[in-house]
Structures are given as structure tokens and as C-alpha cells.
């Protein structure tokens, strides 16, 4: 696989990252079955692997998993829930920062983090706090690099002029393009990596999803109101069109999701998650797929006529996240 920069920051990865959260929650394989998948995921030529302190026993796994391959991978995991939990609310407070750094550290079996993200802002620790807080882990050799999700631009900026941001974290896809109006740029400008969460649309880019499909219970979708069955039936639009895309070029729907979010910036890194060994197959053959400029004029054209409908997130939740 491809290999790309995240900004100016030096940091290389895969031009795919594995996003791991879900070999931990709903339907997640077993524990050897998630071991297996990981390490063939550095066979085929991954080298950034995404978790986070909130993700159950996500961290346990992944450094079990890469614990002999260490010094060939790149680690990205964030901090910023009280005790890593969701529910609890935010916590990054200094001392919380450092706890979590710790914990993390013992938990994936190193003794540094490469890429340590503030899971989401929280509006109750002034950023250059959280910044500084960082940098002394910089300092002291725990974390390599600074990363902010789901953060604003004000927020970004403020961030960076205490320690160099290396990564910001944000869903980003043909079905959520929100960071085109002002992060990209911004991004951009201040020599910022792009690490894009969902970038499969939470799968409704892959063709297999529509307004009939039954989710099972354990679905984090079924609170989505972007997943309801009747807006699903509205944005099928955009699905029908990734899919004649995929048919004019012996392509999956899937791959051209990829292949068009890689197009956007030579610093962009897509990090889609999977169980399942066939679909990190599929999903690495989207790095070998090239777009021309007539392609993405053609497809960017009959994105401007798709409205895509519903929030990504229910109401209660919206709030927490921010900008």
C-alpha cells in the first residue's frame, strides 16, 4: 500500500489506517479471530492502526495484536472521557490527560504513543490547556504527536499555537462533506493531516444498504437519524450514484468511496473499519483506483444535486460533540 504524510508533520503512514473500534463492540469477532485480522492487515501493507481509550477493551487488543510488530506501525489513540467512558462525560483536565496517557500506554504494551487525540473538545478546559498538556507529554517521550477530533477551526488554531497539530480526526465522506466549507482549508493552510473516520458512510457507501435493510438491535445506526428508513430512502440518490460510478470502472462502490476521498488531498487518510477479511481486502483495492479529473468533475457536479438528509447523530448527542 500507498504511503502518505499526515501534513507537514513528517508523520507517515498507510494511505489506509484501520479504524479498530469495531473489533470491540456489537458484533465484534472474537478475541483471536480480531488478533488474526490485525496482524493480516500489516501483511497487506497497513501501518496505522486507530483506537481510543473509550473503546471498551479495544486497547488490549490492538496491543496484543501489534505488541512484536512495535517499531513497524503507527498507533493512534485518544483520551478525553472521564475513566474513558462516553457516559461520564468529558475529562481533560491536565491530570486526566496524563492518567489516560498512562493508562493507555500499559494497556498497548509500549512505552509511546504515536498520535494522542483529544477524543472531542470539551468546552470546560481552555485548549491551549489540553495543548500544553501534550507537549509535556512530547517532551517527555510518552506521545510523538498532538491530534484534535471533531474540532472547530478557532479551536484547531488555538491548538497549534501551543503544539503543533499533526492530525485532526473527523468523519468525512461523499456523505458527510460538512469539512469542505471551512476545515479543509484551514487544515491546509496550517500544515494539518486529515484523518477521515466513517469514510464508508457507516456503510451506506457500499451499496449493501437501503431503505429495507433491518438493522440488527445492537446497531449504533438505529439511533442515527440519518439511518431512518425514510431518510435512507431519500439519500439512496447518492448510493445510486457511487454504484453506476463502481459499474463504469469494474470497480465496488465501496473502492470509489475511498478512491474519491483519497483524490481530495494528498494528506487525507481514510481509516474505515471491518470484521471481516474480504471487505479489508475490497477496501485496499480502493488505493489502487485512479479518478481522473474528468471522473471527480463529473462526480463532485452530481454531488451538488444530492441533499443528503438527517443528523448523524440523535439530538442528546449532537450536543456533546460540538464543532
Given at each position: 500500500m500507498n504511503i502518505r504524510?499526515?501534513?507537514?508533520?513528517?508523520?507517515?503512514?498507510?494511505?489506509?489506517?484501520?479504524?479498530?473500534?469495531?473489533?470491540?463492540?456489537?458484533?465484534?469477532?472474537s478475541k483471536d479471530e480480531a488478533i488474526k485480522l490485525l496482524r493480516l492487515a500489516f501483511e497487506y501493507g497497513y501501518t496505522f492502526f486507530d483506537t481510543a481509550q473509550a473503546y471498551g477493551d479495544n486497547e488490549e487488543l490492538l496491543g496484543g495484536a501489534l505488541a512484536s510488530l512495535r517499531k513497524e506501525v503507527v498507533i493512534a489513540t485518544k483520551f478525553g472521557f472521564k475513566e474513558g467512558n462516553t457516559i461520564l462525560g468529558m475529562d481533560s483536565r491536565p491530570e486526566n490527560i496524563r492518567s489516560a496517557a498512562e493508562a493507555s500506554l500499559r494497556r498497548l504494551k509500549t512505552d509511546y504513543i504515536d498520535l494522542f487525540y483529544q477524543h472531542r473538545v470539551d468546552p470546560n478546559v481552555p485548549i491551549e490547556d489540553v495543548a500544553g498538556t501534550?507537549?509535556?507529554?512530547?517532551?517527555?517521550?510518552?506521545?510523538?504527536?498532538?491530534g484534535l477530533s471533531e474540532a472547530g477551526t478557532e479551536t484547531i488554531r488555538k491548538a497549534h499555537g501551543v503544539q503543533t497539530v499533526t492530525a485532526l480526526q473527523s468523519e468525512y465522506s461523499m456523505f458527510f462533506r460538512e469539512p469542505e466549507k471551512e476545515i479543509i482549508s484551514t487544515l491546509e493552510e496550517l500544515g494539518i493531516g486529515f484523518v477521515a473516520f466513517s469514510p464508508l458512510g457507516k456503510g451506506f457507501l457500499t451499496g449493501t444498504i437501503n431503505a429495507d435493510t433491518e438493522f440488527d438491535k445492537t446497531d449504533a445506526r438505529n439511533m442515527s437519524p440519518r439511518f431512518s428508513k425514510?431518510?435512507?430512502?431519500?439519500?439512496?440518490?447518492?448510493?445510486?450514484?457511487?454504484?453506476?460510478?463502481?459499474k463504469d470502472i469494474n470497480a465496488t462502490p465501496a473502492q470509489i468511496a475511498l478512491a474519491w476521498l483519497l483524490a481530495q488531498k494528498p494528506w487525507i487518510v481514510p481509516i474505515p473499519g471491518t470484521t471481516k477479511l474480504h471487505r479489508l481486502?475490497?477496501?485496499?483495492?480502493?488505493?489502487?483506483?485512479?479518478?481522473?479529473?474528468?471522473?471527480?468533475?463529473?462526480?463532485?457536479?452530481?454531488?451538488?444535486?444530492?441533499?443528503?438528509?438527517?443528523?448523524?447523530?440523535?439530538?442528546?448527542?449532537?450536543?456533546?460533540?460540538?464543532?
Open positions: 504524510k499526515l501534513g507537514n508533520s513528517g508523520l507517515e503512514v498507510s494511505a489506509l489506517g484501520f479504524g479498530c473500534m469495531g473489533l470491540s463492540f456489537a458484533k465484534a469477532p501534550v507537549k509535556d507529554l512530547i517532551r517527555e517521550g510518552k506521545v510523538k504527536h498532538f425514510e431518510n435512507r430512502e431519500a439519500n439512496q440518490a447518492l448510493v445510486d450514484l457511487v454504484v453506476s460510478i463502481a481486502q475490497e477496501n485496499i483495492g480502493g488505493t489502487n483506483i485512479f479518478l481522473s479529473d474528468n471522473d471527480l468533475n463529473k462526480i463532485n457536479a452530481a454531488l451538488t444535486t444530492i441533499k443528503i438528509l438527517g443528523d448523524r447523530y440523535p439530538a442528546h448527542i449532537q450536543t456533546k460533540i460540538g464543532k
